[in-house]
């Protein structure tokens, strides 16, 4: 059964600073990754989408990337500002496609970023 | 404005009663799922819908059930028989033509049971 880690649960960060989101899943029989936002009590929304054949991809400050076979993917945050404060989810989705798209979920990383 | 709406936002209940959380998507998606987050975890599956008058169990369906009566629509009924209903409910939907089957997420019911 697939199992996806984030590490760390939490992480504090002056503004400005650079920081990495850890993402890390057991079975690499992955179709692709995708990483979404979640602000408190608020829904998810998604920031990037990797496919298993892709080593990363970026949209304006972030950066994720793929390596598929250690199991492994990170988020880059480039000159962190106060409304990246959120907690961040990976997500997995299997290979063999005929569960119907089901996404296994790491537990997240609340980041806050203070001014 | 496309998207997906549940509601209400925040629900209490007592012990023992039955409660429906309901889920509408405008996307014409055929794909719908929802997912139970408890605090400061990930999100757990419970069910997911594929196509109109169809659904199938998740990894944590006990205590819950669904219906699928229209494509826009996929309420979600917690049931007395769930031990822990207190939980952030997430309703998503997605289309399953395509390569990314990318999941779109509303914008959650906190539930809470006395």
């Known amino acids: 059964k697939q199992e996806v880690t984030q590490i760390p649960a939490a992480l504090s960060v002056p503004e400005g600073e650079n920081l990495v989101l850890n993402c890390s899943f057991t079975d690499s029989a992955i179709y692709n990754l995708q990483w979404f936002r979640q602000d408190p009590g608020k829904g998810l929304t998604s920031l990037l989408l990797?496919?298993?054949?892709?080593r990363e991809q970026t949209s304006g400050r972030l950066n994720a990337s793929l390596d598929k076979s250690s199991g492994r993917s990170t988020l880059y945050i480039a000159a962190s500002q106060p409304g990246d404060s959120a907690t961040y989810l990976c997500?997995?989705?299997?290979?063999?496609?005929?569960?119907?798209?089901?996404?296994?979920f790491g537990g997240g990383t609340r980041l806050m970023v203070k001014p | 404005d496309g998207g997906i709406t549940q509601s209400p936002k925040y629900l209490f209940r007592k012990e023992g009663q039955n409660v429906t959380l309901s889920c509408e998507q405008n996307?014409?998606?055929?794909?719908m799922y929802w997912y139970r987050q408890d605090p400061g975890q990930g999100l757990r599956l419970i069910y997911y819908s594929q196509i109109v008058n169809d659904f199938q169990k998740g990894d944590i369906a006990e205590g819950y059930s669904v219906s699928r009566e229209k494509k826009e629509s996929f309420p979600l009924t917690v049931t007395s028989a769930q031990k822990n209903p207190t939980a952030f409910y997430l309703c998503?939907?997605?289309?399953?033509?395509?390569?990314?089957?990318?999941?779109?997420f509303g914008p959650g019911t906190r539930l809470t049971v006395t």
């Open positions: 996307l014409n998606h055929d794909a």
């Open positions: 990797i496919q298993s054949s892709q």
């Open positions: 997500a997995v989705r299997p290979e063999v496609n005929n569960a119907g798209n089901m996404l296994t």
């Open positions: 998503a939907s997605s289309t399953l033509a395509g390569q990314a089957y990318e999941q779109y």
